[in-house]
């Protein structure tokens, strides 16, 4: 019953639309089942309100950024894995300009135990923090370890869909 309703609006989609709305769709649905926290997709989307300036000084203003400081001091309020991250990004900072210089920092080992200890969308919380302007595409990781390969799945399964009930 919910397979033609989501079909009909996804047909109704710009194809540019598709992955996002196909996006959007999985992360309700993985909210709702409990697998994926709501403030950390927000935080991933938006870095998190910025109320004060950072509680620790940047140890490397020369590549990281007021904003991507802000946004690790600010992780740090996530809950209990994300306690000590700016401390952490402090005393290994050319670990984590290794990270930031990397060209697929998606498949870059982060310092531990940050490498470990995070799931797949944990990491890419990670990654996004420490690259601005970076989200891994789902491609570069394996789909089972990635939530937007959810997408990109459920885009294809749609746009069969799409193709024999038109």
């Not at 991507?68 to 000590?84: D, F, K, T, V």
Request: proline share 10%.
């Amino acid at each position: 019953m919910c397979t033609p309703a989501i079909n009909f609006v996804y047909r109704s989609l710009f194809e540019k639309d598709k992955v996002l709305f196909a996006l959007l769709l999985s992360t309700k649905v993985k909210i709702d089942a409990g697998a994926l926290d709501s403030a950390h997709l927000r935080f991933l989307l938006t870095g998190g309100l910025a109320v004060g300036g950072p509680q620790h000084p940047n140890p490397a203003p020369g590549w990281i950024s007021s904003k991507m400081w802000g946004e690790a001091c600010r992780a740090e309020g996530l809950g209990p894995l994300w306690q000590g991250l700016a401390a952490h990004m402090t005393e290994n900072v050319s670990t984590w300009k290794a990270v930031y210089d990397s060209p697929a920092p998606q498949d870059a080992a982060l310092p531990e135990p940050w490498d470990s200890g995070l799931d797949a969308f944990q990491r890419l919380l990670l990654l996004r923090r420490a690259r601005a302007r970076l989200l891994p595409p789902p491609s570069a990781v394996p789909p089972a370890d990635h939530l937007l390969a959810t997408p990109v799945v459920l885009s294809v399964r749609l746009c069969e869909l799409s193709k024999f009930q038109s």
